[in-house]
T-cell receptor
Framework: NAGVMQNPRHLVRRRGQEARLRCSPM?????VYWYRQLPEEGLKFMVY????????ESGMPKERFSAEFPKEGPSILRIQQVVRGDSAAYFC???????????FGPGTRLLVL | DAKTTQPPSMDCAEGRAANLPCNHS???????VYWYRQIHSQGPQYIIHGLKNNETNEMASLIITEDRKSSTLILPHATLRDTAVYYC?????????????FGTGTRLKVLA
């Protein structure tokens, strides 16, 4: 059973460009969480999605950030007009149910120049 | 804010048991204690979790005090590959969802 997959693993963008981060949950998992980790800090929750629904986006910045988890395909975290402060590691986790253990992917490291 | 308090760093000799403490004095009755570790900024790796009883798996043991206000993660025979940041998380229903709230963790260094 393959684990949570994220791509790309590394992404470089210039200020003002768009970043798209993809997350494929483990097989059988329909719950996806996104977390962000700034350098030398712990992980911070951003958004929680189930198939086709955003359940909790309380940790996501109000502007420029959006997330989706379509019926088919991976979950996407989209950052528009990136700024240097968006440089971080973005981790996706998935679980089979809302109350069950979350399993994390390897992360995408975003660098904004 | 995280509901847990952990020492920022610990050292352990290779081959010895590593005992990582965690305080969670405000834990509620239906909240679980979860442990993850993060090696070299990789994705957090699940280790173990528990509610009231002590738990053991192939990676570690989790000892939860009777009043549930603290717990200890035990790596029975630490190796160099166990060097990582260890996060203790109290997982409950926060704003309607079971998201994790990470603290700053304990940076464990296993020494040869």
């Amino acid at each position: 059973n393959a684990g949570v997959m994220q791509n790309p693993r590394h992404l470089v963008r210039r200020r003002g460009q768009e970043a798209r981060l993809r997350c494929s949950p483990m097989k059988g998992h329909s719950h996806v969480y996104w977390y962000r980790q700034l350098p030398e800090e712990g992980l911070k929750f951003m958004v929680y999605l189930q198939k086709e629904n955003i359940i909790d986006e309380s940790g996501m910045p109000k502007e420029r950030f959006s997330a989706e988890f379509p019926k088919e395909g991976p979950s996407i975290l989209r950052i528009q007009q990136v700024v240097r402060g968006d440089s971080a590691a973005y981790f996706c986790a998935s679980s089979p149910g809302a109350e069950e253990t979350q399993y994390f992917g390897p992360g995408t490291r975003l660098l904004v120049l | 804010d995280a509901k847990t308090t952990q020492p920022p760093s610990m050292d352990c000799a290779e081959g010895r048991a590593a005992n990582l403490p965690c305080n969670h004095s405000t834990i509620s009755g239906n909240e679980y204690v979860y442990w993850y570790r993060q090696i070299h900024s990789q994705g957090p790796q699940y280790i173990i979790h528990g509610l009231k009883n002590n738990e053991t798996n192939e990676m570690a043991s989790l000892i939860i005090t009777e009043d549930r206000k603290s717990s200890t993660l035990i790596l029975p025979h630490a190796t160099l590959r166990d060097t990582a940041v260890y996060y203790c998380i109290v997982r409950g229903r926060t704003s309607g969802t079971y998201k994790y709230i990470f603290g700053t963790g304990t940076r464990l260094k296993v020494l040869a």
